[in-house]
Nanobody, 122 residues
Framework: QVRLVESGGDLVEAGGSLKLSCVYS????????LAWYRQPPGEQRELVAS???????NYSDSVKGRFTISRDNTKNAVYLQMNSLKPEDTAVYYC????????????????WGQGTQVTVSS
């Protein structure tokens, strides 16, 4: 019930910056969690950062201090500002949303975007 569209992936040199955007739409009551995951080549998908509807944020140790997640509920969007990029940040980045689609009974949906490629050259 939630559609997610990412943008902003690109090829960048090590030490550079990128900002990913994800716009969400659809039928839902509220969004509990918005998050960014990534999947490096040949590896499993991993959590990069998440933002709760209470303003809380969480980061993986590998990006803490370099990446910043932010959400703009007025624009139905979530962003990932990535600074001091490293070659090991190369991956397909996915936007994720956990939404409340019904109150009674309470129904939760999980949705994924199609992904955007980030490549960091050394």
């Amino acid at each position: 019930q939630v559609r997610l569209v990412e943008s902003g992936g690109d090829l960048v040199e090590a030490g550079g910056s990128l900002k990913l955007s994800c716009v969400y739409s659809g039928s839902f009551r509220s969004i509990n969690v918005l998050a960014w995951y990534r999947q490096p080549p040949g590896e499993q998908r991993e959590l990069v950062a998440s933002a709760g509807d209470d303003g809380s944020t969480n980061y993986s140790d590998s990006v803490k201090g370099r990446f910043t997640i932010s959400r703009d509920n007025t624009k139905n969007a979530v962003y990932l500002q990535m600074n001091s990029l490293k070659p090991e940040d190369t991956a397909v980045y996915y936007c994720y949303a956990e939404a409340v689609v019904a109150i009674l009974p309470r129904l939760i949906s999980e949705s994924w975007g199609q992904g955007t490629q980030v490549t960091v050259s050394s």
